[in-house]
């Protein structure tokens, strides 16, 4: 995982270990755009990003069905 510009890009396997680290990385201001380089994330890292409000860019067919169908509503 590292930050570049106001992009967080995802480029390793993240498990339900890295959530704080990752939740922690969404609250800085300057990141808009999260980039899923790798489609090896837990469920927990599913649910941080979809609570994050962050717009998410994947090419994982799979992950991009979810965030394009599920909306969260505060």
Excluded: R, Y
């Amino acid at each position: 995982m590292k930050i570049e510009n106001n992009n967080l890009i995802i480029d390793e396997t993240l498990s339900d270990e890295n959530v704080e680290e990752l939740i922690i990385a969404l609250k800085q201001k300057e990141i808009q755009i999260v980039k899923i380089d790798n489609d090896e994330v837990s469920s927990g890292i599913v649910q941080a990003l979809w609570c994050s409000g962050k717009k998410i860019e994947t090419e994982s067919l799979f992950l991009s069905k979810f965030f394009e169908n599920v909306k969260v509503v505060s």
